[in-house]
């Protein structure tokens, strides 16, 4: 359209020009404009036998077209310029005719400017692009990892993207301005498209009913955290907005879960929060069998809980002592008592779901004194004498009798006899040994032995008669 223009008015300007052959210079009165940089063409009406002498006054260079009625201008510099020909009819007189003048601007290129978000999210939508408005024919060419969802046509100076792809983007833009000049090149506006972020949970799983102090993390440095706990739990501490952990109690004994989302330091966050399952297994129910009462100073009594766990902590009272087992790894323990008082053997343990009961199991055990015997019956005696009977606590159990070689048992001294009778044969020390079982069944630790002295009978002398 420009260019038709320019070929109608300089058809008039020269057409006046040959015919008249006026002496001053024919000058068109609007300028023609052209754009910075521009090869623009120039004609006149040809005559035959004519030459054509163009002279550009500046800011340009013809680079074809020289004596011919038609010319090519190359325009390299802004301003206001004039284009003259004159026309020599060489073919018949030689006049030379009325130089004509054109007046020409040459405009500077347009730069088209772009604003709008320069760091995204990938997924994030209305993202608005903005150039200068007012202008024509605007191009618009967003880079393959993003969506036109608005705006972007010839007529919309700016334009609405999705981006879809992480990564460098880009958006660019030309257009024309009102003096019909368009930049050499498309402004080009690059884009940084940050991918959502991965967001990580970690903490104790499987989890024990009613513990504490159980911490949940995920990322540190990142800002608006936002934390979701199920109702089985409360939260102790951390778990807001500026907090990248959690602490939390567990008070029911079923799957729970722990989530977060947050934005990173691209401001981006992930499409949805991370959810981390936590099983939260019930406390062990400890069990701890064994012998009570007991006696004083018996050895070999075991206390037994269940098999197959781990950090067993046992824990004797006072008058006990440990002579077996009790480790961390052992599920028994075996007790001398010492002490005759009532006793305690206690435990705890590691299940296999890593719980432990919240209050160790104890056990009462009730340590009774060994019994004290006394024996009773004759000594000194008599050898030979006979119906010597001894005599022990009545009552008891089991009990055992021994009688030194010197003597003979004539009646008792059986198990369940709690005297003896015995003939003293042999004059030498003797001795009466006796142990039972009480009613606490315990047995002294050694019998009671009663020493006998057995004298002869006095060596009388004959009888003699003087």
């Known amino acids: 359209m420009k260019t038709n223009l320019k070929f109608l008015q300089w058809l008039i300007i020269l057409i006046f020009s040959v015919t008249t052959l006026e002496t001053s210079a024919q000058v068109t009165t609007d300028p023609d404009h052209a754009c910075l940089n521009s090869s623009q063409n120039y004609s006149v009406l040809i005559a035959a036998g004519s030459t054509y002498n163009w002279v550009v006054s500046g ?4 680079t074809s077209g020289q004596t011919t009625n038609q010319i090519t201008i190359l325009w390299t510099t802004v301003g206001s310029y004039t284009v003259t020909v004159t026309e020599t009819l060489t073919s018949t007189t030689g006049c030379i ?17 772009l604003s709008g978000s320069a760091s995204v999210c990938v997924a994030s939508t209305g993202n608005i692009y903005t150039t200068e408005a007012g202008m024509t024919n605007y191009a618009w060419v967003v880079s393959p990892g993003g969506t036109i969802t608005a705006g972007g046509t010839a007529t919309n100076n700016t334009v609405t993207v999705t981006w879809n792809t992480a990564g460098p983007q880009t958006v660019q833009v030309n257009y024309l301005n009102a003096n019909l000049c368009t930049a050499a090149l498309p402004t080009i506006y690059d884009v940084t498209v940050n991918p959502l972020p991965v967001v990580t949970l970690s903490g104790p799983s499987p989890a ?7 911490v949940y993390t995920t990322q540190a440095g990142m800002t608006t955290y936002a934390w979701l706990v199920s109702a089985g739990g409360t939260i102790t501490a951390g778990g807001s907005s500026t907090d990248n952990t959690v602490t939390v109690t567990w008070n029911t004994a ?6 977060v989302n947050y934005h990173n330091a691209n401001n981006c966050t992930a499409a949805a929060s991370t959810s981390f399952s936590v099983t939260v297994n019930p406390l062990p129910i400890v069990t701890l069998g064994g012998l009570s009462p007991v006696c004083v100073n018996a050895t070999g009594i075991v206390y037994t809980t269940e098999v197959g766990m781990t950090n067993y902590t046992w824990l004797v009272s006072a008058g006990g002592t440990i002579t077996a087992g009790g480790s961390t790894t052992d599920n028994t323990v075996t007790i001398t008592w010492t002490s005759a ?3 305690t053997v206690s435990v705890n343990y590691t299940n296999a779901n890593a719980c432990t009961a919240a209050v160790p199991t104890v056990f009462n055990v009730t340590v009774n004194p060994l019994p004290v015997i006394t024996l009773s019956g004759n000594t000194p005696i008599c050898v030979n004498s006979l119906g010597n009977v001894y005599t022990t606590e009545l009552g008891m159990t089991n009990y055992l009798w021994n009688i030194s070689a010197g003597g003979t048992i004539t009646s008792g001294g059986g198990t369940t006899s709690n005297t003896v009778t015995i003939t003293w044969l042999t004059v030498a020390p003797q001795t009466v040994a006796i142990n039972y079982t009480n009613g606490n069944n315990c047995v002294a630790t050694i019998p009671h032995v009663l020493n006998i002295t057995v004298s002869p009978l006095p060596a009388t002398s004959p009888i003699y008669h003087y």
């Open 341 to 343: 008082t009532s006793q």
């Open 208 to 214: 024990c009913i009613n513990s504490t102090g159980n």
């Open 97 to 113: 005719g009325i130089p004509v003048v054109l007046n020409v601007i040459v405009d500077p290129l347009p730069v088209p400017t």
């Open 59 to 62: 800011g340009g260079t013809i």
């Open 254 to 259: 079923t799957p729970q879960t722990v989530s």
